[in-house]
């Protein structure tokens, strides 16, 4: 039983970090035709339709929240909504 118990939490454990990878930064640019996203540093996002997008403009702080294994955008959160 304490084997399960230790294999259990190990797995818990790894996995946890796995789940989400999150960028902050300022919008550069924005493209709401094509739903891209370009950060100060560089960085673009192409937001899938399913995503809900608050209103979005430049100068303003994001937070982008992506799948871990470079997959898809799963949000999008402005500073508005932090407040």
Request: charged residues 15%.
């Amino acid at each position: 039983m304490r084997k399960l118990a230790l294999a259990v939490a190990a797995i818990v454990l790894t996995s946890g970090s796995a789940f989400a990878d999150v960028t902050n930064g300022v919008v550069s640019r924005y493209n709401p035709q094509v739903r891209v996203i370009t950060l100060q540093n560089g960085q673009s996002y192409t937001i899938p339709r399913w995503v809900p997008l608050p209103a979005i403009q430049v100068g303003q702080n994001v937070t982008i929240t992506s799948r871990d294994d470079g997959g898809d955008v799963t949000s999008v959160l402005t500073r508005s909504l932090w407040r």
